[in-house]
């Protein structure tokens, strides 16, 4: 699953991170304390970033769309993540490519996945791994890890929610991530597997009802978050999906929305008017809930990894939760890619396995101690 490659002077390794956001600076903070990590670049298209308390970070302005500052940014760094919009990954994949640089990002758009999948059959000796974070990403990780820990795997459900710990309005949602990811993932066909086949999936459909420690949620499909389990895990395990968690009524109001109001067919226009009129909370919850179903030793068994997940301050910096759990995802690929642990090309969330996954800095600090069942 793994072969071994360069592993890099635990105090030598220079990381580009391009998009200083909310997620692109969480991830700096977490690097601050990672040995394997000497610099890191952050590159943004909007000036002075605040980066006290960070020494390790460097702040540049980068416009990705200008392809010579782009390229001269990629070819100083060992590794790049991009934490840029989704849609402006495909140019960031090129260039890193182009100087045989490692390159991770954090989307859920399976179109920009498949793109970057060509690519890295193009480049050889360089290792490509999108999809890191949360979901897709440790969802993943986690999935993949329960369905192989079973001799014959019946189901595998994961389900993520990144939630405002308290909402009074309709939607019982507050923003607290990418807007235009959050719309993307709503408006795009999702993939699952059924009786061991894949099936292309309606976002928004599939709804269901769930209780975490009293709580009651609401599930549905969105896009993305299964990544690429479907095709390894084809064959090999009977049902496989992906859903997002809301608080009941979320659901239905959206649909209205995308559906009912097309709203669907102008993401650009609806993620202005949620940017505008949907407040931002820093005060959220991660529901991380993966559940594996089948038989050992002629038994029929159940093995879960269930968690809660808030947020937290790091360096002097407040973190949210959607904020720390997507930033540990990717950070704790990184320093297996600094171990040497990572194939080169293409690499899967799934071929990460979760022993491996807690076993280093941050996978273990924000996703450790789990109900986990064995």
Same mark, same amino acid.
Request: one cysteine or more.
């Given at each position: 699953?793994?072969?071994?490659?360069?592993?890099?002077?635990?105090?030598?390794?220079?990381?580009?991170?391009?998009?200083?956001?909310?997620?692109?600076?969480?991830?700096?903070?977490?690097?601050?304390?990672?040995?394997?990590?000497?610099?890191?670049?952050?590159?943004?298209?909007?000036?002075?970033?605040?980066?006290?308390?960070? *020494?390790?970070?460097?702040?540049?302005?980068?416009?990705?769309?200008?392809? *010579?500052?782009?390229?001269?940014?990629?070819?100083?760094?060992? =590794?790049?993540?991009?934490?840029?919009?989704?849609?402006?990954?495909?140019?960031?994949?090129?260039?890193?490519?182009?100087?045989?640089?490692?390159?991770?990002?954090?989307?859920?758009?399976?179109?920009?996945?498949?793109?970057?999948?060509?690519?890295?059959?193009?480049?050889?000796?360089?290792?490509? /791994?999108?999809?890191?974070?949360?979901?897709?990403?440790?969802?993943?990780?986690?999935?993949?890890?329960?369905?192989?820990?079973?001799?014959?795997?019946?189901?595998?459900?994961?389900?993520?929610?990144?939630?405002?710990?308290?909402?009074?309005?309709?939607?019982?949602?507050?923003?607290?991530?990418?807007?235009?990811?959050?719309?993307?993932?709503?408006?795009?066909?999702?993939?699952?597997?059924?009786?061991?086949?894949?099936? =292309?999936?309606?976002?928004?459909?599939?709804?269901?009802?769930?209780?975490?420690?009293?709580?009651?949620?609401? =599930?549905?499909?969105?896009?993305?978050?299964?990544?690429? /389990?479907?095709?390894?895990?084809?064959?090999?395990?009977?049902?496989?999906?992906?859903?997002?968690?809301?608080?009941?009524?979320?659901?239905?109001? /959206?649909?209205?929305?995308?559906?009912?109001?097309?709203?669907?067919?102008?993401?650009?226009?609806?993620?202005?008017?949620?940017?505008?009129?949907?407040?931002?909370?820093?005060?959220?919850?991660?529901?991380?809930?993966?559940? =594996?179903?089948?038989?050992?030793?002629?038994?029929?068994?159940?093995?879960?990894?269930?968690?809660?997940?808030?947020?937290?301050?790091?360096?002097?910096?407040?973190?949210?939760?959607?904020?720390?759990?997507?930033?540990?995802?990717?950070?704790?690929?990184?320093?297996?890619?600094?171990?040497?642990?990572?194939?080169?090309?293409?690499?899967?969330?799934?071929?990460?396995?979760?022993?491996?996954?807690?076993?280093?800095?941050?996978?273990?600090?924000?996703?450790?101690?789990?109900?986990?069942?064995?």
């Amino acid at each position: 699953m793994f072969t071994r490659g360069f592993v890099f002077d635990l105090f030598g390794m220079k990381i580009g991170i391009i998009g200083g956001g909310k997620v692109g600076g969480t991830i700096a903070t977490l690097l601050e304390s990672c040995d394997f990590c000497d610099a890191v670049r952050l590159g943004d298209v909007r000036p002075n970033l605040k980066l006290d308390g960070l *020494a390790k970070a460097a702040a540049r302005k980068l416009d990705v769309r200008r392809a *010579a500052g782009l390229a001269a940014f990629v070819k100083r760094c060992e =590794a790049v993540v991009s934490a840029a919009p989704y849609y402006l990954n495909q140019d960031i994949a090129r260039a890193c490519a182009a100087a045989r640089v490692a390159y991770f990002d954090l989307t859920e758009d399976v179109a920009t996945t498949a793109f970057i999948r060509g690519l890295a059959r193009k480049t050889k000796g360089v290792t490509f /791994m999108p999809q890191c974070g949360l979901a897709p990403g440790a969802i993943n990780i986690v999935g993949g890890s329960l369905a192989s820990s079973l001799e014959v795997a019946r189901s595998v459900e994961m389900r993520v929610g990144a939630l405002p710990q308290f909402a009074s309005n309709q939607m019982k949602y507050y923003l607290s991530w990418s807007t235009a990811g959050l719309i993307n993932e709503y408006c795009q066909l999702g993939e699952a597997l059924h009786e061991g086949r894949r099936i =292309a999936t309606l976002p928004l459909d599939g709804a269901e009802r769930l209780t975490i420690d009293g709580v009651e949620y609401e =599930a549905f499909n969105t896009s993305g978050g299964v990544a690429t /389990m479907c095709e390894t895990f084809h064959g090999r395990v009977g049902e496989l999906n992906y859903k997002t968690m809301r608080y009941p009524g979320h659901r239905d109001l /959206m649909k209205f929305l995308l559906q009912d109001l097309n709203l669907g067919t102008q993401q650009e226009l609806l993620t202005q008017i949620f940017d505008q009129e949907v407040p931002l909370t820093d005060q959220d919850v991660v529901v991380f809930y993966v559940s =594996a179903v089948g038989i050992i030793g002629g038994e029929l068994v159940q093995r879960s990894f269930v968690k809660k997940m808030h947020g937290e301050t790091v360096h002097g910096r407040r973190l949210s939760a959607i904020q720390l759990t997507t930033a540990a995802g990717v950070v704790a690929v990184l320093e297996l890619f600094a171990r040497g642990k990572l194939t080169k090309g293409f690499v899967k969330q799934e071929s990460v396995t979760l022993p491996q996954f807690l076993g280093t800095q941050w996978g273990r600090r924000v996703y450790g101690d789990s109900n986990q069942t064995h």
